[in-house]
């Protein structure tokens, strides 16, 4: 960010200001300018690769499964975690936008640096106080350990009694904090990696608990497939949306709406819901279904899912109410402005923000609950792997359909006049593929097996290890009296 900040506001690293009506005239950016540019997005990108996954699980690490208080407070944590998150987003896309289009980007990337510098600040100063999990090693090569071990004995058979299979003793686990995972038959190939063939090479032989592990993670890949689309949809907020506002009459009064402050109708959708979902919805609806959570995180992505199909058949109803308007009014060809508000896209805005109220939350609570103890980062990383793949299919579909529809002299679905553009029909397939989606979510989410409770397993631990323990202490106190 700093970087980001000086590549704006000294004149050597940005290109001199240009008033030519033609941008083609303007002096181009040095390669050194362009280089500081790219280097500081660039390096924010990795910046945010490292904390994204990580800030969310930290602090979800700070609430102790044993305690029942802190406990409850944890299955509300991810929802005020995504209230933050966007609360900071409503900032950034109102009162930043405004800054940086009405004062400079001087001060409009000054500010939001000097906010991480305070950031960082609070962290180091909170960081002797936090919880924090011992390192437990790349969950990567665990994973690859059992993958490979289970192929290099693709062709050994199974025992028929899971009890056969390589496990280390309770008293392992429970001396490092940790607990035993019992053998399950999904992806029974991965079961061979525990079998016994006389070897103890960790790329030969894994544990039973380290075999289920690496199945929780790749269990969870079909469901972080299903979030590909939905990402893609949150990425035409950004867009495509924010295109259509240009066209439309943004004025209010005296004062005119930046069109990337458009995006501030997603955010503050979402802030009021996450807070009618957390302190209205959950309370009834536990009443009927006895969960903690009101209902499953698989129900809650599902109703998202949902709502992203209505949100682009609500997209497509409005662009084609916009591209008549434009039609009746003359303003196909010169792409002018219509005589429309802008709040006639407040639907679609509003429906978004609630669609994230229900998946972005639950997305990120799913992937954190669901992956193993040892690897709560990877599963969180799940999610900003979403988005970020969500990004690329954006960008993909527009550039592929864009170039599709205007083969054989047809005009196309997306050109930079939207007037003569037809997103009615973009967003029609957007709809679609929504659909099959769902569909293709439904179908994965009925062979998942939710994980146990941490707390559960924990317990049931301490209650093998009691009743071992007697055992070998009944047995001495036999061999004494014998």
């Not at 933050?84 to 896309?93: D, E, K, R, Y």
């Not at 659909?435 to 397993?457: D, G, H, P, Q």
């Amino acid at each position: 960010m700093s970087l980001l900040t000086l590549s704006v506001s000294i004149p050597g690293l940005k290109p001199p200001p240009c008033h030519q009506a033609n941008i083609d005239d303007c002096k181009k950016a040095s390669t050194l300018q362009l280089a500081t540019f790219f280097g500081a997005l660039y390096t924010l990108a990795i910046g945010t690769g490292g904390t994204k996954p990580n800030i969310s699980t930290i602090g979800a690490d700070q609430f102790d499964d044993f305690h029942p208080k802190e406990k409850a407070s944890k299955l509300s944590f991810f929802n005020w975690w995504m209230f933050s998150i966007f609360f900071g987003t409503l900032f950034a896309n109102t009162v930043l936008v405004y800054i940086q289009d009405n004062v400079g980007w001087t001060l409009g990337y000054g500010l939001p640096t000097l906010g991480l510098v305070i950031s960082v600040m609070i962290f180091l100063a909170g960081t002797p106080f936090y919880r924090h999990r011992l390192p437990a090693g790349s969950p990567f090569t665990k994973m690859a350990m059992v993958i490979v071990a289970a192929a290099r004995k693709w062709r050994v058979p199974l025992p028929s009694d899971p009890k056969e299979l390589h496990e280390l003793d309770l008293e392992e686990y429970a001396r490092n904090g940790k607990f035993m995972i019992g053998s399950t038959p999904t992806l029974r190939f991965l079961n061979k990696a525990a079998v016994k063939t006389g070897s103890t090479d960790p790329w030969m032989l894994s544990a039973v608990t380290q075999v289920e592990e690496t199945k929780q993670m790749l269990r969870m890949i079909p469901i972080l497939i299903a979030t590909f689309v939905p990402s893609t949809m949150i990425a035409q907020i950004n867009t495509l949306f924010i295109k259509q506002g240009t066209t439309l009459d943004r004025h209010i009064g005296n004062f005119k709406i930046p069109p990337a402050s458009l995006a501030g109708f997603v955010t503050i959708s979402m802030l009021v819901c996450v807070v009618l979902y957390d302190r209205f919805f959950v309370p009834v609806i536990r009443k009927w279904t006895n969960n903690p959570r009101g209902i499953t995180l698989l129900q809650r992505m599902g109703i998202g899912l949902v709502l992203h199909f209505v949100i682009m058949a609500v997209a497509s109803l409005t662009e084609r109410y916009r591209l008549n308007v434009a039609k009746q009014h003359g303003l196909v060809e010169n792409g002018g402005q219509l005589p429309l508000t802008i709040f006639i896209l407040l639907p679609q805005f509003v429906l978004m923000g609630t669609a994230d109220a229900f998946l972005e939350v639950a997305k990120l609570e799913f992937f954190y609950d669901q992956a193993p103890e040892s690897m709560k980062s990877l599963g969180t990383s799940y999610s900003s792997t979403s988005l970020g793949i969500g990004n690329f299919l954006s960008s993909f579909l527009l550039s592929t359909v864009s170039d599709i529809t205007q083969r054989d002299g047809h005009e196309g679905w997306i050109l930079n006049n939207l007037n003569k553009s037809h997103l009615d029909y973009y967003y029609a397939f957007f709809a679609v593929l929504n659909f099959l989606n769902f569909i293709f979510f439904m179908a994965m989410i009925r062979f998942y097996v939710y994980k146990a409770e941490v707390s559960e397993s924990m317990h049931v631990l301490t209650e093998e290890l009691k009743v071992m323990r007697l055992k070998a202490s009944n047995q001495d106190a036999a061999k004494g009296i014998a």
